[in-house]
């Protein structure tokens, strides 16, 4: 096959006509819906409600964020695999991360490796959400959001 015949050989591929951009935002926005949703689901099937509303009352926090967070991972990690509302989910997701840098993570110092985890972790984990905000939806978004 000659190089001429190769060029305008139509592509089969899922991402045929998907500009890296594109692609790149939206494996960046599934990515933290999963991460979220792995949060989530690690508060409420593993830790438990009540004990993360007991963890976050140990912290100095009312019990009821607990239950606050615990949602606002879950639906936000959904809404942002699905691509809905990816901006402006992106951006009310940033206050838990802050959040859990004021505490628990602040008091460990930066690095997430240290006792406790850092507040390293959460802090890169904000900028992305930010970033996220600022490139919008992606590629297979649901719901594309108006640029």
Do not use: C
Not at 12 to 29: P, Y
């Amino acid at each position: 096959m000659s190089n001429a015949n190769h060029h305008n050989k139509p592509q089969s591929s899922v991402i045929s006509g998907v500009a890296n951009a594109d692609l790149a935002t939206t494996i960046l926005r599934v990515s933290l819906g999963i991460l979220f949703i792995a949060h989530g689901w690690l508060k409420l099937a593993i830790f438990t409600p009540a004990g993360t509303a007991a963890f976050f009352e140990s912290l100095g926090f009312p019990g009821a964020l607990a239950y606050l967070v615990m949602a606002v991972e879950l639906a936000g990690g959904v809404a942002l695999i699905l691509g809905v509302w990816t901006r402006w989910v992106s951006l009310a997701l940033v206050p838990v991360l802050l959040g859990s840098i004021y505490a628990p993570h602040g008091a460990a110092g930066f690095f997430f490796s240290n006792e406790g985890g850092g507040w390293e972790y959460p802090a890169f984990w904000a900028i992305t959400l930010v970033v996220q905000a600022l490139l919008g939806d992606g590629a297979y978004a649901l719901k594309r959001s108006r640029t």
